[in-house]
């Protein structure tokens, strides 16, 4: 499926984006030429990875820190429930990606020089395609999405207070509060059934309410379950139910 997906989006670019025909002026690469500058091409992962690291782990800390801002507690929270900043680590893994372009250009134009240009030509020569506006493209399409994603990850909260629960979701743009005389049950699963139909053993709480809405803690905001025991103990005290075990 990788394979196929990856011979698509070649022969996409190869039509979008087919290589500019060389300037007349210069001479045609040469068999050598083009060896020598595949073996700087594979070379090129090792700063890429590099970079790629380098950058992210920079935009991990940036969207952690960046997640941090909203919601955020008040004086009447006793707990606030946030996703865990792990969630970002492979958004900022792909910023780190096509953060890490640039920078490999400016490094191989430092070390090649004048042969640069003919080595950006060998390049686009075997793949095919004109390499600078298919990455234009794909940060195009991919930073917006990834915005987008670190959004609906980051915007998302659960408040509990002493009067009751607030639910905050990125969509539909508003929050929903329940106090704790809403709540209809507390319930102990020891399982769930996983979207394959595979039963997985995984303790877990939810909290359903009188609108048919509920919260579990395998929510995006999933809580340690030394804090998920103390949010169902504050639930269970405030709304009188007592907690009822499910297998």
Request: charged share 20%; aromatic share 14%.
């Amino acid at each position: 499926m990788s394979k196929f997906a990856v011979q698509s989006s070649f022969g996409m670019f190869r039509r979008l984006f087919p290589v500019r025909p060389p300037d007349p002026s210069e001479p045609p690469l040469s068999d050598e030429e083009r060896k020598t500058f595949h073996r700087w091409e594979m070379a090129a992962l090792i700063p890429i990875f590099l970079f790629t690291a380098a950058f992210g782990s920079l935009w991990y800390f940036a969207m952690k820190e960046t997640a941090g801002l909203w919601p955020t507690s008040t004086p009447a929270t006793r707990f606030l429930l946030r996703p865990d900043p792990r969630s970002f680590a492979t958004l900022a893994m792909l910023l780190g990606i096509l953060s890490s372009a640039l920078p490999v250009e400016g490094l191989y134009w430092l070390l090649l020089r004048e042969r640069y240009r003919r080595f950006e030509r060998a390049c686009h020569d075997r793949v095919g395609f004109d390499g600078d506006p298919a990455l234009i493209l794909i940060t195009a399409v991919f930073l917006p999405s990834i915005i987008a994603f670190f959004y609906l990850i980051a915007a998302n909260a659960v408040r509990f207070t002493d009067s009751g629960i607030e639910i905050i979701r990125p969509i539909p743009f508003r929050s929903r509060y329940h106090t704790y005389g809403a709540v209809r049950a507390i319930e102990h699963w020891m399982s769930f059934r996983a979207p394959s139909g595979n039963v997985v053993e995984r303790p877990y709480y939810a909290i359903h309410f009188d609108d048919g809405d509920s919260w579990t803690t395998e929510d995006i905001c999933e809580p340690s379950p030394r804090a998920a025991e103390a949010v169902i103990r504050l639930v269970s005290e405030k709304s009188g139910h007592a907690i009822v075990e499910r297998p």
